[in-house]
T-cell receptor, first 116, second 112 residues
Framework: GAVVSQHPSRVICKSGTSVKIECRSL??????MFWYRQFPKQSLMLMAT?????????EQGVEKDKFLINHASLTLSTLTVTSAHPEDSSFYIC????????????FGNGTRLTVT | AQTVTQSQPEMSVQEAETVTLSCTYD???????LFWYKQPPSRQMILVIR??????QNATENRFSVNFQKAAKSFSLKISDSQLGDAAMYFC?????????FGAGTRLTVKP
């Protein structure tokens, strides 16, 4: 089945630094990828929609200058958390949909970010 | 905007018994997709079952089945012959054509 690889799985960084998370579709092309954030014991909240070759679409309340998204190819989207603060500590999950029909979303394994 | 509501924060079931998880959603669209995802402690999102809104027949996947009531905008998940490995968070999700929206989740505990 379709596989989405997300890297790293865990990262610890200091306040003020930036962290990049990668999301790759391994065996299919994905024009569109999605980035979700999940706080402990809560649901997945959509942060932004990543579009290959164009600007990402951010959900209301999500700072586009803080959460930089780059979708440079049909198989790779990156999320960079800039000037991270402890409140950015969360679980970040990417997902991708195959560019055909009504295929379901395939999820990466997530990245646990801890900002100290 | 579409919203997905799961009114049961926690549910418990005895091993080998049947449990039903509730989900309702709000949409003005007629063509969309509904999903149930399982999230074990590993946090991996695992697709359990999906339903296309244009299909009247309820989807089934082995021990998992849904009761899709389009007019009532209800999409419940039934797990039969519950197993210890079924213990997890279960999320109901809605998708029209792009992103997916999730409910708050139901934590399922399976008692041996």
């Amino acid at each position: 089945g379709a596989v989405v690889s997300q890297h790293p799985s865990r990262v610890i960084c200091k306040s003020g630094t930036s962290v990049k998370i990668e999301c790759r579709s391994l065996d299919f092309q994905a024009t569109t990828m999605f980035w979700y954030r999940q706080f402990p014991k809560q649901s997945l909240m959509l942060m932004a929609t990543s579009n290959e070759g164009s600007k990402a679409t951010y959900e209301q309340g999500v700072e586009k200058d803080k959460f930089l998204i780059n979708h440079a190819s049909l198989t790779l989207s990156t999320l960079t958390v800039t000037s991270a603060h402890p409140e950015d500590s969360s679980f970040y999950i990417c997902s991708a949909r195959e560019d055909r029909g009504n295929s379901p979303l395939h999820f990466g394994n997530g990245t646990r970010l801890t900002v100290t | 905007a579409q919203t997905v509501t799961q009114s049961q924060p926690e549910m418990s079931v005895q091993e080998a018994e049947t449990v039903t998880l509730s989900c309702t959603y709000d949409t003005s669209e007629s063509d969309y997709y509904l999903f149930w995802y399982k999230q074990p402690p590993s946090r991996q999102m695992i697709l359990v079952i999906r339903q296309e809104a244009y299909k009247q027949q309820n989807a089934t996947e082995n021990r998992f089945s849904v009761n899709f009531q389009k007019a009532a905008k209800s999409f419940s998940l039934k797990i039969s012959d519950s197993q210890l490995g079924d213990a997890a968070m279960y999320f109901c999700a809605y998708r029209r054509s792009g992103d997916m929206r999730f409910g708050a989740g139901t934590r399922l505990t399976v008692k041996p």
